[in-house]
T-cell receptor, first 111, second 113 residues
Framework: QKEVEQDPGPLSVPEGAIVSLNCTYS??????FMWYRQYSRKGPELLMY????GNKEDGRFTAQVDKSSKYISLFIRDSQPSDSATYLC???????????FGTGTRLKVLA | GAVVSQHPSRVICKSGTSVKIECRSL??????MFWYRQFPKQSLMLMAT?????????EQGVEKDKFLINHASLTLSTLTVTSAHPEDSSFYIC?????????FGSGTRLTVV
């Protein structure tokens, strides 16, 4: 079993739709949870990070963590064509600097 | 915010030659930098952790003699792919730890022909 599993996509949605991106993880020692956005041929850029169960909002983005289920989600409201990218979840264990990335979900928002 | 500059963005080299990729932290010092490799439609895989003034720590399966890492200053880490082969063609990305977390470079697309 992979340490981090991410829905593979690709995912195509109409402009304005609510998008849900998800990852599951297997190690309960994981403590920090991040979502990165990666445009084609570019490095990942951090969207959001959280370390506790619950929701965290930032504009149109909401990160959700459920530690009991080992499940994390990123919701995008009012999706825009500019949101079209690959979204990667990343998880870090406290005390280490090692990120474990999901495989990424490619999102395409259609105008 | 913190910026990590990575150069070159794209390089094509002949098989058997060496290629150097630079990763610079701008406006902040990074005692630790990380090098990742990303194959098409796959996730980022950590290759090594670069520590300023000491030897890099390589992940299992990564050849340290092939992927030479030098972190000679607090703002610069370099990755040299030695005796490159076509199977080394990939997207290489560095990241550095800043006060807010980790910032990634824009990546280097290496193509070995």
């Amino acid at each position: 079993q992979k340490e981090v599993e991410q829905d593979p996509g690709p995912l195509s949605v109409p402009e304005g739709a609510i998008v849900s991106l998800n990852c599951t993880y297997s190690n309960s020692a994981f403590q920090y949870f991040m979502w990165y956005r990666q445009y084609s041929r570019k490095g990942p850029e951090l969207l959001m990070y959280t370390y506790s169960s619950g929701n965290k909002e930032d504009g149109r983005f909401t990160a959700q963590v459920d530690k009991s289920s080992k499940y994390i989600s990123l919701f995008i409201r009012d999706s825009q064509p500019s949101d079209s990218a690959t979204y990667l979840c990343a998880i870090v264990t406290s005390g280490t600097y090692k990120y474990i990335f999901g495989t990424g979900t490619r999102l395409k928002v259609l105008a | 915010g913190a910026v990590v500059s990575q150069h070159p963005s794209r390089v094509i080299c002949k098989s058997g030659t060496s290629v150097k990729i630079e990763c610079r932290s701008l406006d902040f010092q990074a005692t630790t930098m990380f090098w990742y490799r990303q194959f098409p439609k796959q996730s980022l895989m950590l290759m090594a952790t670069s520590n300023e003034g000491s030897k890099a720590t390589y992940e299992q399966g990564v050849e340290k003699d092939k992927f030479l890492i030098n972190h000679a200053s607090l703002t610069l880490s370099t990755l040299t792919v030695t005796s490159a082969h076509p199977e080394d063609s990939s997207f290489y990305i560095c990241s550095a730890r800043d006060s807010a977390g980790y910032t990634f470079g824009s990546g280097t697309r290496l193509t070995v022909v």
